[in-house]
C-alpha cells in the first residue's frame, strides 16, 4: 500500500473551515485518495475519496494537488460534532481492497 | 436505510471461554469486512468475505480465530479461548461488491467492545 502522512494533531475554532493534509507522496496512477473519520465510541465514517479531480459532497470537500503526492480535507464549517480522529487512505487496487489505516490526524474543534 | 449492525455491543468474558461475535451487514452488500482497534491503536484488518468465501484471511491473529458467512449475509466472528490480549472492539465493515477497478466505500458498525479478564 501506498503510506500516508498526516499531522498528528490538529485543531479549528467552530464555524471556521477546518483543512486537514496528508502526504501520499507514493501513490500510483490509479490509486484513490479515500478520508474516514472516527468520532470516539463509533466505528469509522466514509467521508469522501477522489481520484485527480477535486471532489465535493454534503460533508466535505477534498482537494487533490496535480501531481496527487498530496491532498488537503476540508470541513467549510467545522462543528463540534466534527471532533474526531480523521485518516486518509490510499486504496490499493487488489482482490481484497482492505482498508489500511495509518494513525489519522486527531481535530479537536474548540467553541 | 439500515446501517451495519453488530452484536453483542459489548462482551465481557473469562480467560479461555469461546466467544462469537455477530455482523448483520447492509443488505445488497455483497462484501463483508471484519477489523479490530486494541485500546488507543489503529484499525487491524483481520478477514474479509466476497459472498460466502473468504479469499483473504491473512489478518487473523492465530487459529484461535475464525469467521463465517452464511447465505451471503450475517458473519460470525469466533475466538476459541479467548486470552486477555484479544481484548478490543471488533469492527465489522461491508461494500457493494470487491472490484479489481474500483475500491468500494465501506460502511462501518458500531463494534463489539470484547473485554476478556
Known amino acids: 500500500d501506498a503510506k500516508t502522512t498526516q499531522p498528528t494533531s490538529m485543531d479549528c475554532a467552530e464555524g471556521r473551515a477546518a483543512n486537514l493534509p496528508c502526504n501520499h507522496s507514493t501513490i500510483s496512477g490509479n490509486e484513490y485518495v479515500y478520508w474516514y473519520r472516527q468520532i470516539h465510541s463509533q466505528g469509522p465514517q466514509y467521508i469522501i475519496h477522489g481520484l485527480k479531480n477535486n471532489e465535493t459532497n454534503e460533508m466535505a470537500s477534498l482537494i487533490i494537488t496535480e501531481d496527487r503526492k498530496s491532498s488537503t480535507l476540508i470541513l467549510p464549517h467545522a462543528t463540534l460534532r466534527d471532533t474526531a480522529v480523521y485518516y486518509c487512505i490510499v486504496r490499493v487496487y487488489s482482490s481484497a481492497s482492505k482498508i489500511i489505516f495509518g494513525s489519522g490526524t486527531r481535530l479537536s474543534i474548540r467553541p | 436505510g439500515a446501517g451495519v449492525s453488530q452484536s453483542p455491543s459489548n462482551k465481557v468474558t473469562e480467560k479461555g471461554k469461546d466467544v462469537e461475535l455477530r455482523c448483520d451487514p447492509i443488505?445488497?452488500?455483497?462484501?463483508l469486512y471484519w477489523y479490530r482497534q486494541s485500546l488507543g491503536q489503529g484499525l487491524e484488518f483481520l478477514i474479509y468475505f466476497q459472498g460466502n468465501s473468504a479469499p483473504d484471511k491473512s489478518g487473523l491473529p492465530s487459529d484461535r480465530f475464525s469467521a463465517e458467512r452464511t447465505g451471503g449475509s450475517v458473519s460470525t466472528l469466533t475466538i476459541q479461548r479467548t486470552q486477555q490480549e484479544d481484548s478490543a472492539v471488533y469492527l465489522c465493515?461491508?461494500?457493494?461488491?470487491?472490484?479489481?477497478?474500483?475500491?468500494?466505500?465501506?460502511?462501518f458498525g458500531p463494534g463489539t467492545r470484547l473485554t476478556v479478564t
Open positions: 443488505s445488497g452488500h455483497t462484501a
Open positions: 465493515a461491508s461494500s457493494l461488491a470487491i472490484s479489481s477497478t474500483f475500491p468500494y466505500e465501506q460502511y
